[in-house]
């Protein structure tokens, strides 16, 4: 798929159709690669194998899972167990057809990627930001230190709360990234919340992804 499709594609006004979301395949994982330093004798916690998902068994609809919410752009997103609460800005495809990273040069900034459906609605958002920058530590850091049962707030411009429960953590190699498992929709509202993590080398970057799973628990 050449990247004037994807563009074509991400300007259709809210969109909906899986292929779309799966052109973060790639994408996501390299984009932020590109951005992170590594330039610190310390790197960012790394997910446990305690925190991995059950690859065995997809997530479903559970009793008392509140009704999908419609659309709504997003605001903040706050994750206490870390210490998360950034402002969120959406990000498309740069010019060269990749998924665009928040601007670096603000640590406490995260995106949510316009090409999926918003935090609540129902199917499967995403959410990206920095793993660090070159000043020190930035807004997802911590990302690989969550556990399962731990919530992602996100509040959405329409006024609404919409809170994720974290039901595993995954990091993933760049070049065997599992799409599909990643961005496929479950058929329920979904959260995904994805910054660089695994080895560091000057010369390639980031080797991978590090990727939290949740699923739609409270609206407020």
């Not at 799966?22 to 790394?46: H, K």
């Not at 509140?66 to 969120?88: G, H, M, N």
């Amino acid at each position: 798929m050449s990247a004037s499709e994807l563009t074509e594609e991400e300007e259709r006004p809210r969109r909906r159709a899986p292929w779309g979301v799966m052109a973060l395949v790639l994408l996501t994982g390299l984009a932020l690669i590109r951005n992170g330093s590594g330039e610190f004798d310390t790197g960012p916690p790394q997910p446990t194998s305690v925190a991995a998902t059950d690859t065995r068994v997809r997530p479903q609809a559970f009793p008392g899972a509140p009704a999908p919410l419609p659309f709504s752009e997003v605001d903040r997103v706050r994750i206490q167990a870390i210490q998360v609460d950034a402002p969120v800005v959406p990000v498309g495809l740069d010019p060269d057809g990749w998924v665009a990273a928040p601007p670096p040069e603000d640590p406490n900034l995260a995106g949510w990627f316009s090409g999926a459906v918003t935090p609540g609605e129902n199917g499967t958002s995403v959410l990206v930001g920095h793993v660090d920058n070159a000043q020190g530590p930035a807004v997802f850091y911590g990302l690989g230190a969550l556990k399962q049962g731990n919530r992602v707030e996100v509040l959405r411009k329409d006024g609404k709360l919409a809170v994720f429960e974290i039901y595993g953590i995954e990091v993933y190699d760049k070049n065997n990234f599992p799409g599909e498992r990643v961005y496929g929709s479950t058929g329920t509202p979904e959260l995904r919340v994805i910054t660089c993590g695994g080895g560091y080398s000057p010369q390639e970057g980031y080797a991978g992804n590090v990727v939290v799973f949740a699923r739609l628990v409270e609206v407020h």
